[in-house]
């Protein structure tokens, strides 16, 4: 089946779903809120960085960007930097904490995201979203970074050339959870076999899976190619699954009639 991609952008703004594209300007949760304010910036000569503050907390430049991150990861957009309002910052649905903040500037597709993180945590060993690289600023130290939310983890091997982008609708115990999917920043096209990776967290389910119990976990997929045309994946994609779990052995393949179906080798 083969969608104009306008077509596919305006279905994800009417669904109540969460996770429109990340990388997509001014769509989904990348949209300035109408209250928005202006987030300022300092410059602290004696440290030597520059510091934001939010909410009565103080954060600095930590990280940038590890591959890839979920179109789902982002909660909300928080403010915009400096009186600009295309350098927008925003929450992260990983981490309910506000430990980290993402800064991203929607005027050009080749801007990478980059990670702010609150200065009361300096040389502590906090959660970290696992897309979150460290930038090794000399002004962390020995901060530390861990990985203690489980994550339900699906791996899909995209064997058909000329796509940008795969996209999932997923279902927890048969109820709608969110949407979301994964691309490359600058909008370039997967290898033929590339692994991708699709992580759902705690909080990305939203209370429908607990800790150490299964859940039912059902995807369908949809891929858009160079040429921006979506296409629906002839298939579903239905297990038991826990957190903490991971699932391999699943392909996207072109069907050879101008298509695409889910295949997994069992």
Known sequence: MKWNKVLIVSLCGAVLLSGCSMFNRDNGSLELPPNATSIESSYDRDQGETLFNYQGRTYSYFGKLNDKMSDDSIRECVGYMDDDKNTRIYSLNEDPLDNY???????????????????DT?????YTPSYIRSGSFESW???????????????????????????????INGEDNSIGGTRNADYSVFKKGELLYFEFTEQTLRNMATTGETFELSLTFNVTDKDGYTYEVDGKYTREMMLGASLSDLEIRENGHGGYILYEDV
Not at 101 to 110: N, P, Q, S, Y
Not at 122 to 126: A, G
Request: hydrophobic letters at 40%.
């Open 141 to 171: 130290g020995s901060s530390g970074i861990h990985y203690e939310l489980p994550a339900a983890t699906i791996e899909v091997v995209c064997n058909a050339e000329n796509i940008t982008s795969v996209d999932y609708v997923l279902k």
């Open 122 to 126: 300096k040389n502590k060993d906090i």
């Open 101 to 119: 903040l993402m800064i991203k500037h929607v005027g050009g597709i080749m801007d990478q995201p980059e990670f702010l993180r609150a200065t």
